[in-house]
């Protein structure tokens, strides 16, 4: 067989399977960008609503969403990085790409939270989630009392009611027998 004819045996298969794989690549490498993006701008939202009047507040969160949006950049060019450096011949570990994406999230997470409008929205959201589980909680007491069943309230009541008639039965205990002590003697 001549040598061309073994190259072009070989380079069908391989021609395809290299079309394919940068098909593969591409779709993801788009998927990873969109996801980004969708998420950095959420955050920007989510801040950009929680900040509130302060321009010390808006001045921090644009200051952290720049460098979160670096760190991003920087995750994008090693991951291309990457990419030609597969392209070149070497041999790439497809966890370096999970691994370049795991560590921007991270970083981008600690730029985020560490901001003072961060601190403000969680505040915010604890605030509301507990004032909403305190009207969760009158509802079912509520609901309980209309049903005749006891509530929490109810059950704490009578718990303390049974405690106080312990105690006052303990006290006259303790004096009839001193009584009973005091006949005898």
Known sequence: MSESNQW???????????EESNEAFTASFRRTAEAQTA?????????????????EAV???????TRMYVTWAT??????????????????????????????????FK???STSAFAGMTGRNVEET????????????????????ATRDDV??????????????HAIESKLDRLIDDRDA
């Open 39 to 55: 998420f950095a701008r959420s955050w920007f939202d989510a801040v950009e609503g929680s900040t509130g009047s302060s321009a």
């Open 8 to 18: 072009s045996t070989f380079a069908g298969p391989w021609s395809e399977f290299l």
């Open 156 to 169: 704490r009541e009578v718990g303390e009611r049974l405690v106080e008639l312990e105690r006052r039965q």
């Open 75 to 108: 995750a994008m060019e090693d991951a291309l990085e990457r990419v030609s450096d597969s392209l070149e011949g070497e041999d790439v570990d497809p966890e370096d790409f999970r691994d370049i994406w795991l560590n921007a999230a991270n970083e981008s």
């Open 59 to 65: 001045e921090e969160s644009i200051e952290a969403y």
């Open 111 to 113: 730029q985020v939270t």
């Open 130 to 149: 507990m004032r909403l589980q305190r009207e969760f909680a009158d509802s079912v007491a509520m609901t309980l009392q209309t049903f005749g069943f």
